[in-house]
T-cell receptor, first 116, second 116 residues
Framework: ETGVTQTPRHLVMGMTNKKSLKCEQH?????MYWYKQSAKKPLELMFV???????ENNSVPSRFSPECPNSSHLFLHLHTLQPEDSALYLC???????????????FGPGTRLLVL | AQSVAQPEDQVNVAEGNPLTVKCTYS??????LFWYVQYPNRGLQFLLK??????LVKGSYGFEAEFNKSQTSFHLKKPSALVSDSALYFC??????????????FGGGTRVLVKP
């Protein structure tokens, strides 16, 4: 599980706050992902980065802003969130880029976010 | 479009008994299929995948899964369940056609409870 790390593990923020989630992968992969996991909902893919280029954005509200400065790091910047954004945010990485391929995705432990 | 169905929200099994978690899928082309397990307050851990070849795939922790193309199924199995196998299990599919991108579609999850 130390292949993909996420910080912080827990975050409580008000609706007017700005915060960032950080993900780092130590697996030498070249694609990274953000997922949202809410109670009683399927895992939702938010963003995909391949070779540091965003290749997918699944209609995510602009209050979520991803950043991928290099192939090992991925950020999710949060601002003016809503209570319904409270969820577990999972980062993942894989080899073979973000355009197809048979590689499995490897997940971090997640950041549990609570928006008050 | 690709989709995954896990028809059981929860599976209860006695320790030592066989465990089966069901998954069916729908893709346009040939599928890449994955199983993940999630323990409480943790991220998803990769268990096994089917890409091509032998329909019976063996993975971590004694789990295996059988790909059945005619039934579009990829059920997860373990011959003898352990209490420590109690967790949330996710099936996922990706269309092998490159045009489909790298979107991995997850099922809704099946909670497994193994009783001593």
């Amino acid at each position: 599980e130390t292949g993909v790390t996420q910080t912080p593990r827990h975050l409580v923020m008000g609706m007017t706050n700005k915060k960032s989630l950080k993900c780092e992968q130590h697996l030498g992969h070249n694609a990274m992902y953000w997922y949202k996991q809410s109670a009683k909902k399927p895992l939702e893919l938010m963003f995909v980065y391949s070779l540091e280029e965003r290749v997918e954005n699944n209609s995510v509200p602009s209050r979520f802003s991803p950043e991928c400065p290099n192939s090992s790091h991925l950020f999710l910047h949060l601002h003016t969130l809503q209570p319904e954004d409270s969820a577990l945010y999972l980062c993942a990485s894989s080899q073979g880029g973000g355009r197809g391929g048979s590689s499995a995705q490897y997940f971090g432990p997640g950041t549990r976010l609570l928006v008050l | 479009a690709q989709s995954v169905a896990q028809p059981e929200d929860q599976v209860n099994v006695a320790e030592g008994n066989p465990l089966t978690v069901k998954c069916t899928y729908s893709v346009s082309g040939n599928p890449y299929l994955f199983w993940y397990v999630q323990y409480p307050n943790r991220g998803l851990q990769f268990l096994l995948k089917y890409i091509t070849g032998d329909n019976l795939v063996k993975g971590s922790y004694g789990f295996e899964a059988e790909f059945n193309k005619s039934q579009t199924s990829f059920h997860l199995k373990k011959p003898s369940a352990l209490v420590s196998d109690s967790a949330l299990y996710f099936c996922a599919v990706r269309d092998s056609q490159k045009a489909a991108g790298n979107k991995l579609t997850f099922g809704g999850g099946t909670r497994v409870l193994v009783k001593p």
